[in-house]
């Protein structure tokens, strides 16, 4: 089963308007981490935010944490027409093994 | 410091034939990870690599499909013959060795595989 579940599963805003998704897992985690897929590219990483973290922020992103829920939202801040992409959280077994969720699509219009 | 490269960057194959991936990571990390999305859909784990030993291979869907890296440097995956369904992105992830701490996976530009 998905360790990572996203939601929505597309987004669609405007440039300057917030984005926010949101990701819930099923076990127990050392840490947690957002990824972007831009079409046609790689992934890059984005952010990764540890188990006894509730809040962290990399520029225009915060994500925060809830254990307790096994959830976790990322936030972009004045969304540009860059951050079209699909963005998936991810969390890691003990061997480094990444499980990804179903990923959300992004759509920001200028 | 190169990054993780992956080749071809695209491939288009018809319904049995053969196709070998290939990705190199970034010098000196022992762990190699391949992933891969089809249809759009989630990210899924395919194995993973500790220099040249499989360490996990959960995540290969059948046996047309296999992964080596001789040697401990670059890999590959091979699908033997291609269907269909595997059409998709197959990403390529390296990082350094594991410890206590995390390592971040660096991941290359994936190569698009389109069955006909």
């Known amino acids: 089963s998905q360790q990572g579940e996203e939601d929505p599963q597309a987004l669609s805003i405007q440039e300057g308007e917030n984005a926010t998704m949101n990701c819930s897992y099923k076990t127990s985690i050392n840490n947690l981490q957002w990824y972007r897929q831009n079409s046609g590219r790689g992934l890059v990483h984005l952010i990764l935010i540890r188990s006894n973290e509730r809040e962290k922020h990399s520029g225009r992103l915060r994500v925060t944490l809830d254990t307790s829920k096994k959830s976790s939202s990322l936030l972009i801040t004045a969304s540009r027409a860059a951050d079209t992409a699909s963005y998936f959280c991810?969390?890691?077994?003990?061997?480094?093994?990444?499980?990804f969720g179903a990923g959300t699509q992004v759509v920001v219009t200028p | 410091e190169a990054g993780v490269t992956q080749f071809p960057s695209h491939s288009v194959i018809e319904k049995g034939q053969t196709v070998t991936l290939r990705c190199d990571p970034i010098?000196?990390?022992?762990?190699l990870y391949w992933y891969r999305r089809v249809m759009g859909k989630e990210i899924k784990f395919l194995l993973h690599?500790?220099?040249?030993?499989?360490?996990?291979e959960s995540g290969m869907p059948n046996n047309r499909f296999l992964a080596e890296r001789t040697g401990g440097t670059y890999s590959t995956l091979k699908v033997q013959p291609a269907e269909l369904e595997d059409s998709g992105v197959y990403f390529c992830?390296?990082?350094?060795?594991?410890?206590?701490?995390?390592?971040?996976?660096?991941f290359g530009p994936g190569t698009r595989l389109t069955v006909l």
């Open positions: 010098s000196g990390h022992d762990n």
């Open positions: 991810a969390t890691t077994d003990s061997w480094g093994k990444l499980q």
């Open positions: 690599f500790v220099k040249e030993s499989k360490q996990d």
């Open positions: 992830a390296s990082s350094q060795e594991l410890g206590d701490t995390y390592n971040e996976q660096f």
